[in-house]
């Protein structure tokens, strides 16, 4: 949908915000989104997006990825089933994918890959933000308040934040 | 060492039963034994168990171990092992058979109690958000951003909006815990011009009574986000990031 509104011209996005900043970004493919329902056609747009969104030169992929991606361990209920250190060791193997990308930033579009990864990334200290699309797409339109942030890291917390007026009761 | 294991014993009534359940009996009897899934499964070696040793043993029969075996709640059916394999063995549906072979009351607790507590919630929150919390949420941080927004004045965050083209699902997890998180899809939508909706039922877009292998119950949630979405006359079902 994200890639049709900016084909379309609905949603207009720009990588300027991190034409300097240069933060580099990669993308966690769903397997719920692409291997298991829309395929590689959908990570096709899903990168579009996030290139529209980061800059092209900012986007770095894993490896494999799109269909043959590696599931992260959030999935099938894992995150719930108290099997935590066997979780994150499933874990490791998406955490060493995402290190070897060099990429400031991970992007999650899937709940449930968002908080596996965003513990994996605590847990193994890579210490790499795990944000959600919305997130940028919102940030990239200038368009992000100042408390829509949770998951951004400091280096984002200040850049193009929409001025919020005060209050009024 | 470990004994044998003697053919001329072996039942394999778990076997029989999952073909009969899974398409085309999941084309577990085309297993070649090369191994692809397990070489590429980040769940291999956890509890000393792989995809490939999971099909031998329901292939051997060996029913008591695989009915037992924890590593059924570590592969996430993720469907990588289907995707590698030249034959499209389906061992993520061959787990899931096997979860659902637990007594129910022994399957992992955070996932039973999670899928109580949404199938007893008609929104089928796992946190058991109720239908009136979330519309009082829902609508104070739309008022809160459209009197504090520049240029969101007009921002909409409907509930039960009938005739809408999207009706959207929202995790628990933002109305519960992080409601601000709630914003930048919205604006998104205000701002694509979307003619969307929430629905006031079954708005949660967690299943975990399928996790469960609870099929009563998570047919039962299908059913209500259908009647949901159905009732309201919408015309897709967006099921958010």
């Given at each position: 949908m994200y890639a049709q509104w900016i084909r379309e011209g609905k949603l207009k996005v720009s990588s300027d915000w991190n034409k300097e900043l240069g933060l580099k970004f990669t993308v966690q493919d769903p397997c719920q989104l692409v291997r298991k329902s829309l395929g590689d056609p959908v990570a096709e747009d899903l990168r579009f997006v996030v290139k529209a969104v980061v800059g092209e030169e900012n986007f770095v992929d894993m490896?494999?990825?799109?269909?043959?991606n590696y599931c992260c361990g959030g999935g099938g209920g894992f995150l719930q089933a108290g099997y935590q250190e066997e979780r994150r060791s499933f874990g490791k193997t998406k955490f060493d994918q995402i290190m070897a990308t060099g990429a400031d930033y991970c992007i999650a579009p899937c709940h449930n890959c968002h908080a596996q990864i965003h513990d994996i990334s605590e847990h193994y200290e890579g210490n790499f933000p795990v944000v959600h699309l919305w997130t940028l797409i919102a940030l990239s339109m200038g368009v992000?308040?100042?408390?829509?942030?949770?998951?951004?890291?400091d280096d984002l917390k200040d850049v193009d934040v929409l001025e919020i007026s005060e209050m009024e009761f | 060492m470990a004994e044998p294991v003697k053919l001329d014993e072996q039942q394999s009534v778990f076997k029989k039963k999952a073909m009969e359940l899974?398409?085309?009996?999941?084309?577990?009897?085309?297993?070649?034994?090369?191994g692809t899934c397990a070489s590429g499964c980040p769940a291999t070696g956890l509890h000393d168990m792989d995809p490939r040793k999971f099909l031998r043993m329901v292939l051997l029969g060996m029913d008591e171990e695989v009915q037992k075996t924890p590593w059924v709640w570590m592969c996430t059916m993720c469907q990588r092992c289907i995707k590698a394999c030249p034959m499209s063995v389906d061992i993520p549906q061959l787990v899931y058979q096997a979860r659902a072979t637990w007594p129910r009351e022994t399957r992992p607790t955070g996932i039973l109690k999670s899928c109580d507590i949404s199938a007893n919630t008609p929104t089928w929150s796992a946190m058991g958000a109720n239908q009136e919390d979330y519309q009082f949420v829902v609508e104070d941080v739309a008022e809160e951003v459209r009197s504090t927004?520049?240029?969101?004045?007009?921002l909409q965050a409907p509930i039960d909006k009938e005739g809408a083209v999207f009706c959207l699902n929202q995790n628990s997890r933002e109305p519960v815990t992080e409601p601000d998180e709630m914003i930048p899809l919205w604006k998104i939508l205000h701002t694509v011009g979307a003619d969307w909706t929430y629905p006031s039922s079954a708005w949660a877009g967690e299943n975990y009574c399928m996790f469960l292998a609870d099929d009563d119950a998570w047919r039962r949630m299908c059913e209500d986000v259908v009647k949901a979405v159905d009732g309201l006359g919408c015309k897709y079902w967006l099921n958010t990031e």
């Open positions: 490896y494999p990825n799109r269909s043959n992000l308040g100042p408390n829509e942030r949770e998951y951004l890291g | 899974i398409p085309q009996g999941g084309n577990l009897d085309l297993c070649f034994t090369c927004h520049p240029g969101f004045e007009e």
